[in-house]
């Protein structure tokens, strides 16, 4: 069971606004700005989206975004594009570990 | 440009050993804390171990701790992964990441596919 608790699955439509849950814990993700968000597409290493909570690398879209409230962190993923079809895995520092945690990860259908 | 290549990957029995090395160019290597990431066929990922940039840190997931060790060559730019005693729940695709910030990786290699297998 992962430490960090994600959606299976969401859906949208081109141009939509989606959202993307993790929850943790006050060891992990409400503890700590070091939450980060990764796309992966199939067969390819994952892409580091979000870091810090809320902040961009340079390069990713600014239709990606990020926040965090209490022990649940969130990715808003605006402007749907069918290249945004993919899994994402949140990933959290935690005070419970000498390694970070990852989430289950959450399976973006565009439809 | 940032890159980061794994190779070592193949088929062994259960109960061998593999080394897992990732030649790392285009930054500052020795500026870096270093993980490597497993992910097993159509599973989630999973963090193995990290290793800080003068190697004073180093830590490993329960799961593979007493048999996995990591370490790196700031000289040869390179980062290695030695596996012992490998399971069958030891298969999966293993990626060398770059650390920028806790718990943020945002350099990857492509991957390195390990199968236990007999």
């Known amino acids: 069971q992962s430490a960090l608790t994600q959606p299976a699955s969401v859906s949208g439509s081109p141009g939509q606004s989606i959202t993307i849950s993790c929850t943790g814990t006050s060891s992990d993700v409400g503890g700590y700005n070091y939450v980060s968000w990764y796309q992966q597409h199939p067969g390819k290493a994952p892409k580091l989206m979000i870091y810090e909570v809320s902040n961009r690398p340079s390069g990713v879209s600014n239709r990606f975004s990020g926040s965090k409230s209490g022990n649940t962190a969130s990715l808003t993923i605006s402007g749907l594009q069918a290249e945004d079809e993919a899994d994402y895995y949140c990933s959290s520092y935690t005070s419970s570990s000498t390694l970070g945690v990852f989430g289950g990860g959450t399976k973006l259908t565009v439809l | 440009e940032v890159q980061l290549v794994e190779s070592g990957g193949g088929l062994v029995k259960p109960g061998g050993s593999l080394r897992l090395s990732c030649a790392a160019s285009?930054?500052?290597?020795?500026?870096?804390?270093m993980n490597w990431v497993r992910q097993a066929p159509g599973k989630g990922l999973e963090w193995v171990s990290s290793i800080s940039s003068s190697s004073s840190y180093i830590y490993y997931a329960d799961s593979v701790k007493g048999r996995f060790t990591i370490s790196r060559d700031n000289a040869k730019n390179s980062l290695y992964l030695q596996m012992n005693s490998l399971r069958a729940e030891d298969t999966a695709v293993y990626y060398c990441a770059r650390e920028v910030v806790p718990a943020a990786m945002d350099y990857w290699g492509q991957g390195t596919l390990v199968t236990v297998s007999s």
């Open positions: 285009g930054f500052t290597f020795s500026s870096y804390s």
